[in-house]
């Protein structure tokens, strides 16, 4: 059965403090790996797409890496508008395009 | 700027009333989805669909139903709203390079 998991539930850092996300995953054929941030009350924004391990992507304070078992969400120098929840999501061959999320991780910054 | 827009965003409603989600992109998007997520809980996938007339169940059970008569549309109903049926419902359009959500709509049933 395909499945992903997310660790921690929780995370709370200093303003600055930098640390990883991390979303394992059990699949069948990996298609494409997801990560949202979704703020409370919204729906998940996108941001990125990692196909293949070994793959990184960055954007602004945030990089995504992938390996064949795990993805990590590496978080350098936050600051207090990072503090979201971090869905993690895998897209698998054969199913018709549909996403398998993890129950994400809730990061809270504080200044 | 939202491409994929939901009403309404807050529902609270009696139990046993019917009800509609609306859910419209401008994206031209083939492939629509709705998900179910409760607090602190990972999205579920209730329903989807691969284009005008084409609709199927998702891996979350559920007593909604949905219907795909334009592109841009993917209304989902409740004929029968039970408090169990409480939830945010989130719908979402992709094409070959990923997704997009929208606000999603928070219901509550009494």
């Known amino acids: 059965e395909d499945q992903v998991t997310q660790s921690p539930e929780a995370l709370r850092l200093q303003e600055g403090e930098s640390s990883s996300l991390n979303c394992s995953y059990t699949?069948?054929?990996?298609?494409?790996l997801f990560w949202y941030r979704q703020d409370p009350g919204k729906g998940p924004e996108f941001l990125f797409t990692?196909?293949?391990a070994g793959e990184e992507k960055e954007k602004e304070r945030l990089k995504a890496t992938l390996t064949k078992k795990e993805s990590f969400l590496h978080i350098t120098a936050p600051k207090p508008e990072d503090s979201a929840t971090y869905l993690c999501a895998v897209q698998v061959y054969n199913q018709g395009g549909k996403l398998i999320f993890g129950q994400g991780t809730e990061l809270s910054v504080k200044p | 700027e939202a491409d994929i827009y939901q009403t309404p965003r807050y529902l609270v409603i009696g139990t046993g009333k019917k009800i509609t989600l609306e859910c419209s992109q401008t994206m031209g998007h083939d492939k629509m989805y709705w998900y179910q997520q409760d607090p602190g809980m990972e999205l579920h996938l209730i329903h989807y669909s691969y284009g005008v007339n084409s609709t199927e169940k998702g891996d979350l059970s559920s007593e909604s139903t949905v219907s795909r008569i334009r592109t841009e549309h993917f209304p989902l109903t409740l004929e029968s709203a039970r408090p169990s049926h409480t939830s945010q419902y989130l719908c979402?359009?992709?094409?070959?390079?990923?997704?997009?959500f929208g606000s999603g709509t928070r219901l509550t049933v009494v």
């Open positions: 699949v069948s054929g990996l298609r494409g």
């Open positions: 979402a359009s992709s094409d070959n390079y990923g997704y997009t």
């Open positions: 990692l196909y293949s």
